[in-house]
């Protein structure tokens, strides 16, 4: 997943403990316009969380402030959990472009109340968590549109594998991200098993094998992707969420038995990044992306395996007027 490349400077891809996993070296275009990179200004240090929508991101901005602004930028892989919100605190990382909020924490929200970790505001693009089916699966068995049809032991048996034996499986991504599915499994007497598959690439592997043969698969994912459209996904019917399920999601108390809320995707940097480098503090607030934005680059990164950098620079040359705004 972690690609690095800059223009005008060594750029590195550096895992959460700091270790460097990849160095590029490349030379800025002298016909492009920018500046490249100034060396007398600090290296900024950009979190990319392990999913697509994370990576271009960071990669967009990535691209603007080495080539605008002439700040190297590292690209740190972290997962969606405590320790980044402690290097936010710390100051090791400078920013995060894509949290969602559902899954934030009571302990995290106490970076943003005591003030160790600054909200940037939204990034623009609104995302929905929810459990998929490919549309061919409703066509077969209209009751499973709703979590209803999913409480009958012969469906659950559908979805069954060697390894779940008389239980559905229930596919699952990568096991750090923020997901309640065991708990809703439980709390709705559902006769499923959550299964991980790792990762986000071997999900959309899984995916396309199982919608090859037209066979039935339940499973953990979300918009914007562009697997959604690529394999006609439909989002099934949970119970509505609510303040009280939601409550549960934050306090990690077992509770949960709601849907995912939509979540108002955020920012959030160091506080010590506004006295670090003001003007990249000041760009990464007026930073916007929305679900639109997104899901332009999607498909080449997630579907056609580019390059991530070399797809944010294609949305960077196409959109000028819409990041230059950004720098005023």
């Known amino acids: 997943m972690l690609i690095a490349a800059s223009c005008g400077s060594d750029s590195t891809t550096d895992t ?62 972290v997962d969606e959990n405590d ?55 409703i066509d077969d068995n209209p009751a499973l549109a709703t979590w209803e049809g999913y409480v009958d032991p012969a469906n659950a048996a559908l979805f069954s594998t060697a390894e779940t034996g008389d239980k559905g499986r229930f596919l699952g991504t990568d096991p750090s991200y923020s997901q309640f599915d065991e708990q809703i499994i439980t709390n709705l007497e559902l006769p499923f098993e959550v299964q991980f598959s790792g990762s986000e690439p071997a999900t959309v592997a899984e995916l396309d094998a199982r919608v090859a043969a037209e066979e039935p698969v339940l499973m953990y994912w979300w918009t914007p992707t562009a697997a959604v459209a690529k394999y006609n996904l439909v989002k099934v019917e949970l119970p509505a ?69 070399d797809v944010a620079a294609a949305w960077v040359a196409a959109h000028e007027d819409t990041w230059k705004a950004w720098l005023s």
Do not use: H
């Open 83 to 137: 320790a980044m919100f402690t290097g936010l605190a710390d100051g090791t990382l400078d920013a995060v472009l894509e949290i969602w909020p559902s899954g934030i924490t009571e302990a995290e929200n106490g970076f943003f109340d005591d003030g160790s970790v600054n909200k940037l505001g939204e990034l623009g693009a609104v995302g929905r968590i929810g459990w998929f089916v490919p549309q061919y699966v």
């Open 16 to 77: 959460a403990d700091g270790a460097d996993d990849s160095t590029t070296d490349t030379v800025a275009d002298p016909d492009d316009g920018s500046g490249g990179i100034d060396e007398s200004k600090p290296e900024i240090s950009l979190v990319v969380n392990p999913w697509s929508a994370s990576r271009l991101n960071v990669e967009v901005a990535k691209n603007i402030i080495e080539n605008q602004l002439g700040n190297a930028v590292t690209i740190t892989e």
């Open 241 to 309: 969420y609510n303040d009280t399920c939601g409550e549960a999601f934050a306090a990690g108390d077992g509770g949960v038995d709601c849907d995912y809320p939509e979540d108002l995707i955020i920012k959030a940097a160091s506080p010590a990044l506004k006295e670090k480098d003001a003007a990249v503090y000041a760009f990464l607030e007026k930073f916007t992306l929305s679900n639109e934005d997104q899901l332009e680059m999607l498909p080449a990164f997630e579907i056609d395996g580019d390059d991530p950098a």
